[in-house]
């Protein structure tokens, strides 16, 4: 493996910016997906949630939960570490987890014969965080030390995932009949 330096500065930051696309986008649908995922621990919301999609009877209401808080730390991890550049090394692990987390799924959804929709989803979806696992790990955030302004960046950001997550489930949660 190359280090980042050894490639072009055109293409260092070509790649640069790539990765950031794929982790804020990346980021913002495990945020909002885990977030989603948590709020099941409502009553009213998981017994939505199960006449949504087959497969969540398929789980305990528990595991759905903490797939749901792995899978919203891991999106915010994709974001707010690298924008802060407050621990950066952060963002390729939390990619690592989430390819985890996909891997996981897929044999989840082969081992139900889910082949029409959820295995290519997982399969896109996890192979993406994988790249930015990669590219992360070649092409690292330099780190900065924790000053007062990095770290109200890193709430404020982290503030906005959850409001922007809360909304929809939210209102979700506010019409169920």
Known sequence: MKAANQYPPFATKALNALLWTAQVVW????SFTGFGKVLAYDPAVWHQFLHQVAWFSAVPQSLFIFIGVCEGLGGVALIVPALTRVAPRLTPI???????????????????????WFLPFNIVVGGVAAL???GRFVL???SKPAGAFRV???????GLLIVAGFVPVWYQMAHLH
């Open 152 to 158: 109200v960046t890193g709430l404020a950001v982290f």
């Open 140 to 142: 690292p955030i330099p």
């Open 132 to 134: 930015i696992a990669y």
């Open 94 to 116: 939390a990619a690592v987890g989430l390819t985890v987390i996909m891997i996981l799924a897929a044999g989840f959804h082969i081992a139900r014969a889910e082949y029409h």
């Open 27 to 30: 980021g913002l649908f495990f």
